[in-house]
């Protein structure tokens, strides 16, 4: 046969699903948005135009309904992982089932100094995420394993001073001059994994979101890479649960505006603030060094 | 001569500016994108290639930023306001110069309790919006006449329960049950008019703001249509100085989920949140109604 | 009372429907959303919870359907005044229905150069839209009347010279360069209304459109404004049917890169595209000014 | 030492640049954008801020517009590889420099028959993409080594009929009927990487294209699966220097509309286009199964 299946994946994105808990007068309201992924023996569904071993997308649609009927979403973990398992575990050809959730964060209004029982705010760009893959096990009546990723996105912060950015390799291309003040914007996204099961998977969220803010606006940032070093650095200091985290911090500019044109000044006063281009800085920071040599990912 | 020219406007969208007040060692930060136009008596640059009264739109670019520089942009309406009365005092051949302000809300991050003085947050979707149009006036020596249309958008709200539609008109395209329990999501956009000058423009804001939000959220909704009207209604009630308010409430809807094939009930908790097709329900309160024949806007 | 309803309107936003003519070995394939709008006496239902005269928008979204069902909506026009009317006639309450309709083109594929009887490419940004208003008639017996006005939205266009912007205003604030040799991109708008009915909607959509893409690469730009009056009076000249059409055209910029740090000369060749800011030219030509004072939109 | 980097990349992303080639009469016109990232030894930077060895950011945006300047970008492979050698050429402690690049496609207007020679239409949503990851010599001496992976994407294709899924696995989630008459739309996004050196980079990228879209039409579709391997397998039968392709076809559902309420029949004529949920289905298909084990991709 000249060319094989070599990797598959398929499932169905996009799954958005809005659950009430009405058991109290107070409501809660959980808002999400799930992608269900599975690998394992499709090759005939490619190769053979065969179907019996595909699962719909349309039932993966279905299972996120009734689970989410069934179960309480609002623990993005614990959902995600039950969810997967239930793939692996009821089909053999499963090997590997991947759950990926996006949680709508939806605000209690408070009015006249009151939360409200059951109306809330949705203005917010920030969504806290979970990727799970559960992997079948590999030996009967075993149970299946898997990894869980928490993260963040969408979570917007800036300082206005207190960031420069010098003493940095030249060439003949460089053109940009060395500041010692600068405005410091970025859109946070953050993945991390625990070595152990947390005991509460909603408050260690709220932990290290919060520790990713206070760090942000600390100190002085001698260049994003710094700062995002100190804020990863602090979220392992203070939870020892997380083993790594991932954080990728895009350099937002806000360019100084020349106004001498004008006959104007501008010091440090008004900046131009611009989508595109602009920097990226991803990085991971671990406990140890593992000792295989330093990854790369280019991805 | 065989076609004319019968409308034109022309200027620059999206300029956006940052402005950083680093008067105090609390620091303000201001970030906005402004839209210029204008009209006038522009025809031969169209007829006849003629730009000899065409102020580029890069000027008007430029114009902004000096501005920015100069005066304290942060109030939306002085700020709108002296911008086009710029360019109707300036040139004879403009008649309007109309200003558009979207203003990126920053909040200022609270760490440990303390507000930060110089580190904010900027996850939302919501915009402070005001639009003014600065006419010359007709006669020389008389002052430019103006007005200014002040607003917010991208305000997302939900409630889950306090939400009915019943006793509607049915037709035999109708097959939407009546509900006296569900979901009611909008986003937001809201437009007024003030009869009279405000004594704290942004002190106003906030209170029409959290009245719209209080209103939403206060009773049974019957349908969109009432509470858009309850919300418009009691703005006017509270601030004399509005006159006119106008409310556009899509209605986001929230389905509720039918889980009988799978054995499941689905007592209002389940939903499946949509973007499209979505209702569209839009209206304009005043105090009085003027005595021309009852207007409409199809725009 | 201290306030009163003002202006209303309510619909259903983003209906799509797709549908395939199958009568022949050869499909065609429609793809469309229609918002429904509809204005006329529906104050109870702001003002006083009663809903007995609101036609539910999930209403509105059946209708849309089964008219699509029944109808060929490939003719835009005539599917929306047909939809607009039904509205009108069918609720006396009911003054006016709006009906716009945006299209999705899909493009038969051409493989091996021969047109594929049921495939279609469907990368395209542009969009065919008509905006139908149809009014109740005032008088029993009458029909209703209305206006249709059509459009094209998303047609982007570029050409890398002929084009050039000088002699024009110039005040403190100004720093842009004359030039003779620019870049002219921008993405057009366009709507137009009929004097008369035309014998084919389709024909006279494709002509118009190939018109105005014609003109705008046919000759030296002095200015966008030049260059937009042009496009629409040769409209104006060619089909005597259109009576007025408003073209909106971005000027998006290709900004000249100043190469020089690196010792580079740009001798017009090597430019940055940005997004914003950008200039906004919109005009409207008519065949025959009308007597009231100039008209200005700052819509 | 208590936390360690464990990986990191920086860059800019979203460099955008036009190129006019004005050689001859009939002007050719690129439009690109283009990300850099580099890794290597940054530790410093992340661990002491210590910028010694940090390239701005904007120092790659400049080398992108210098190169850009003096070779042919059009040739997208030949531009990412000789950019990103730049960077691990000319600094020691660069290890991988990684160039993606997007075109945006534009393409020549034809107006009365004739190819124009400076006037362009880009409402294109197909961008050509390209993704170099050039990685620094082990020794002294020794050339750069890489890895070139070519592709499209936002290629969107809809067929009417000869496309069903039925025989499918069923659970007790399952409620998806069988079809074998449905619309398959999708939106192909496509990466490839060559076992050798093309002799002719653009026209390799065409006929791929051309495979693409001729076997997606070609035959009746048992599943997307089968489709998206029957579009690759072509590729590697026709395109020798093809080692392995990789598809991501999601499935963009039309649901067929229920009109039985209004009492209408709808012979698969009147579809629901709907964006969310989706399928997705992705697989690469290479020449020779490697002999590792059935590698898993769950990115």
């Avoid at 050809?93 to 990926?100: E, F, L, N, Y």
């Avoid at 002085?220 to 990863?232: C, I, N």
Wanted: charged content about 25%; proline content about 6%.
């Amino acid at each position: 046969m000249p060319h094989q299946l070599w990797t598959q994946s398929y499932g169905k994105s996009r799954v958005r699903i809005a659950k009430v808990d009405r058991d109290a007068d107070v409501h809660q309201y959980t808002e999400l948005s799930v992608d269900v992924e599975l690998d394992g023996d499709f090759d005939a569904a490619y190769t053979q135009g065969d179907n019996s071993l595909v699962l719909p997308t349309d039932t993966m649609k279905n299972t996120v309904y009734a689970f989410a009927r069934e179960l309480d979403p609002c623990e993005l973990e614990t959902f995600a992982w039950t969810l997967g398992s239930h793939f692996v575990e009821n089909f053999d050809h499963v090997s590997h089932a991947a759950i990926k959730i996006t949680q709508t964060p939806w605000q209690r209004l408070v009015i006249d100094g009151e939360p409200h029982p059951h109306a809330f705010s949705g203005s917010s760009t920030e969504r806290q995420t979970c990727h799970a893959v559960i992997t079948a096990p590999t030996k009967d009546g075993e149970d299946p394993e898997g990894a869980i990723e928490c993260g963040l996105e969408g979570l917007t912060l800036l300082k206005t001073t207190d960031s420069g950015f010098s003493k940095f390799l030249k060439d003949e291309y460089t053109t940009l001059p060395e500041t010692d003040d600068r405005i410091f914007a970025t859109t946070l996204t953050a993945k991390w994994v625990y070595n152990d099961t947390p005991d509460d998977w909603r408050g260690i969220r709220d932990r290290i979101r919060a520790i990713l803010i206070r760090e942000f606006a600390a100190r002085f940032s001698p260049s994003v890479q710094a700062t995002l070093f100190e804020m990863a650095a602090a979220v392992l200091d203070a939870e020892p649960a997380v083993e790594e985290i991932n954080l990728a911090m895009p350099n937002l500019h806000r360019h100084l505006i020349n106004l001498s044109p004008f006959d104007l000044d501008n010091p440090n006063v008004l900046f131009l603030p611009t989508d595109e281009p602009h920097g990226n800085i991803t990085a991971s920071v671990c406990r140890e060094r593992p000792e295989e040599a330093h990854a790369h990912d280019h991805g």
